[in-house]
């Protein structure tokens, strides 16, 4: 499986980017929203959760590539997550620091909403973040989702959810 934009390419992880994608969990800057930076041990699961993902749901976290160069800059994708006590499908996304505010999250999670409206039944999308994370509230903005619940979160103290129907994806989509 692979989604193609303008400048990048998502497929599915295999454990050879172990390398290239600890070195984006495991950065302190990146993962300031989350409890910790990711161990090895951490990174290594989250692969192999992806890839459980994908024989499971056909779809998770896909690696986001360069097409220019064909590096590694991190990953973007559908993966279904309790949000505020309900199983949603959420389009999550990490891109390495060095290519941040280039618009590489906003263009591979706008791919991933496009394909999640063409392959699945879902009637909307989310994305959720811890509400300091304005990086990432301000690409799920760009992908055209609402803010639709801000709840207490014992992971994140308080968690924002943005989303998108079906419908206003269908609106969207017509007007491009």
């Known amino acids: 499986m692979t989604i193609e934009t303008q400048r990048l390419l998502l497929r599915e992880y295999t454990?050879?980017?172990?390398?290239?994608?600890h070195e984006i969990l495991s950065d302190p800057e990146t993962m300031q929203h989350y409890p910790a930076p990711f161990t090895p041990e951490k990174t290594r699961w989250w692969i192999e959760w992806n890839l459980e993902n994908y024989r499971k749901h056909g779809f998770g976290l896909w690696a986001v590539v360069l097409k220019e160069t064909g590096e590694f800059i991190g990953d973007c994708g559908l993966t279904l997550q309790s949000i505020d006590g309900q199983l949603l499908p959420e389009i999550g996304y990490h891109i390495h620091k060095k290519y941040w505010r280039r618009g590489f999250g906003k263009e591979a999670a706008r791919a991933v909403r496009d394909w999640a409206f063409q392959n699945t039944d879902y009637d909307a999308v989310y994305s959720y973040m811890k509400y300091t994370n304005i990086g990432s509230y301000s690409?799920?903005?760009a992908n055209g989702m609402k803010k639709v619940k801000e709840y207490p979160d014992p992971k994140n103290t308080i968690s924002y959810a943005y989303a998108i129907t079906r419908n206003e994806w269908e609106a969207l989509k017509a007007h491009e």
């Open 15 to 21: 454990m050879d980017d172990y390398d290239a994608l």
């Open 139 to 141: 690409t799920a903005i």
